[in-house]
């Protein structure tokens, strides 16, 4: 079956650690994203990448960093520079391009800061 | 300015019936796509439907149609024949020809199903 999958689900973090969610893709897709949620609100871009060993910031990059070293991977780290980190981060991709590129999205991952 | 609102922050329909999902946005780029996506309880995003800006036709697919109204900014969700599997938060995305395959996204709707 062709997706994405995003590891841990739950992801507790004690302050001034860095931690990395996991991203992965089969759909062969060139494009990735990483989105944060707060509770009751909508998704904000926090990085993107259309090639590997590429990638751009999106609205909120202060206190994350990414890597794509593969097509298939995307890992995000939240660094202790992300003063508030406790949210629910999704990941998704897409093919390359602008009309009709829908974004498929990652069950997400819900990181607690202890 | 916000590039997509949407103004029900939540919305309550009865089983069976039809209910009407409020998008506007604000983009100068002629070349534009707008997505809406479901977002269970669960948290996976769910695409659902999508309407490109010289789409001269509304999209639809299966229960779900998109009221498109260009002049207006204006790209409104409809749901037929609700089921309480419907229940769950509903986003409406745009992307932009200068932003490339970038989105951006509302704050939501939630849409509650009663029996």
């Known amino acids: 079956d062709g997706g994405i999958t995003q590891s841990p689900k739950y992801l507790f973090r004690k302050e001034g650690q860095n931690v990395t969610l996991s991203c992965e893709q089969n759909l062969n897709h060139d494009a990735m994203y990483w989105y944060r949620q707060d509770p009751g609100q909508g998704l904000r871009l926090i990085y993107y990448s259309q090639i590997v060993n590429d990638f751009q910031k999106g609205d909120i990059a202060e206190g994350y960093s990414v890597s794509r070293e593969k097509k298939e991977s995307f890992p995000l780290t939240v660094t202790s520079a992300q003063k508030n980190p406790t949210a629910f981060y999704l990941c998704?991709?897409?093919?390359?391009?602008?009309?009709?590129?829908?974004?498929?999205f990652g069950p997400g991952t819900r990181l607690l800061v202890l | 300015a916000q590039k997509i609102t949407q103004t029900q922050p939540g919305m309550f329909v009865q089983e069976k019936e039809a209910v009407t999902l409020d998008c506007t946005y604000d983009t100068s780029d002629q070349s534009y796509g707008l997505f809406w996506y479901k977002q269970p309880s669960s948290g996976e995003m769910i695409f659902l439907i999508y309407q490109g800006s010289y789409d001269e036709q509304n999209a639809t697919e299966g229960r779900y149609s998109l009221n498109f109204q260009k002049a207006r900014k204006s790209a409104n969700l409809v749901i037929s024949a609700s089921q309480l599997g419907d229940s769950a938060m509903y986003f409406c995305?745009?992307?932009?020809?200068?932003?490339?395959?970038?989105?951006?996204f509302g704050e939501g709707t939630q849409l509650t199903v009663n029996p």
């Open positions: 995305a745009m992307s932009e020809e200068t932003s490339g395959s970038r989105l951006t």
């Open positions: 998704a991709s897409s093919t390359i391009g602008f009309e009709r590129e829908t974004q498929y």
